[in-house]
């Protein structure tokens, strides 16, 4: 009887051991394949599923060609697109020889008297004249009535923005037209392959070029400006014609006084405020931080809507570290200075075009 106790009492004293191996080594082994399928399964989920944040570099887009920095390329929807497509025509103009005055406030008010532009008339017409005014005057700063120096600086850049809206225009009515045929001439051709590399669209990709190639509300755009440039006022604008804060991160710019000395990145200079407003166009149509913009203007433009810079700017919270913030900004700028007064404004012809008309 005492063996048979001892046996029983050797056998429960085996299984015991046992069944703790067993479950230690089970749990060991369970512990070790967390450890090591766990990246596994993060670096898959993140490659498949897109769970990473973007950065926002909205700001950055124009950075390559202007400034020849190969380190750098944009991100958007076609990860092929080159700046230096994008902005051809931009840095082909920045290449010429072009005239540039510096008016004082003085000539300026004087000039806009002389034929007769003021925006009250503006605002009743829908008709602006055009002139052109290359630069911002130093003395902007100066002027003490702060209705005066917003007048002033909406007089300036409000015709600059209508024009090159119209280059936009054209472009679309072109687009639309070379839609509507059943074969194309190799001059029309020749035009979309450039239409193609300016938006950064994949060729024959005419549903993204359609959505891309259109206009920007003049009270956006001038909200934006107003806001970047503290109507006018700021350094970027007057050193270096930059009315939109886009960033460089070398080559020809401005370094922000207050920016850390580990950021790269400059304020980008333009020759004149025309071509800053270009590129602040091309910004928008192009860059995949304001793909939503461009939805919801397509949006508007299928039901026949006006273009809203109310309902456009609510997709413009990645255009400035504030996000949300920077949009009830623009759009109380929009509000309290009534700029959807502009949205329907266009230029009159100018001189050299009535000549051509008599």
Known sequence: MKIKSNIKALNFSYSKSFNTLSRTLISSFLVVSFFYTTPLIINFAQKNFNI??????????????????????????????????????????????????????????????????????????????????????????????????????????????????????????????????????DLEKKWLEKKYKQYGVKYNDLSTLKIRMDE?????????????????????AKEGNALFGQWTWSGDGLKPKEADQN???????????QLSVRAYLRNLNTHASYKDLRKARAELRDIEKPLDSIILSSHLDKYAETGSKYIEVLQKIIQQNNLKDFDEARLLPSSKDLESLI
């Open 216 to 236: 920007i509300p003049a009270s956006l755009a001038i909200a934006q400006a107003a806001k970047e440039t503290g109507w006018g006022t700021s350094r970027f």
């Open 263 to 273: 950021m790269g990145h400059k304020v980008m200079k333009f020759k004149i405020l």
């Open 52 to 185: 990473k944040e973007v950065a926002n570099n909205s700001k950055q887009i124009l950075s390559y060609t202007l400034n020849k920095n190969d380190k750098f390329k944009t991100t958007d929807e076609s990860k092929n697109d080159r700046e230096g497509d994008l902005l051809y025509d931009i840095v082909d103009e920045s290449n010429l020889d072009i005239n540039t005055v510096r008016y004082t406030t003085e000539e300026i008010d004087a000039l806009y008297n002389d034929v007769n532009y003021n925006l009250n008339d503006v605002r009743k017409t829908k008709l602006v004249k055009p002139v052109p005014i290359t630069l911002l005057p130093n003395e902007i700063k100066k002027i003490d009535n702060i209705k005066k120096k917003k007048e002033m600086f909406i007089q300036i850049i409000l015709p600059l923005i209508i024009k090159e809206n119209n280059k936009i225009r054209i472009d679309r009515n072109t687009l639309f037209q070379v839609l509507n045929k059943n074969n194309n001439t």
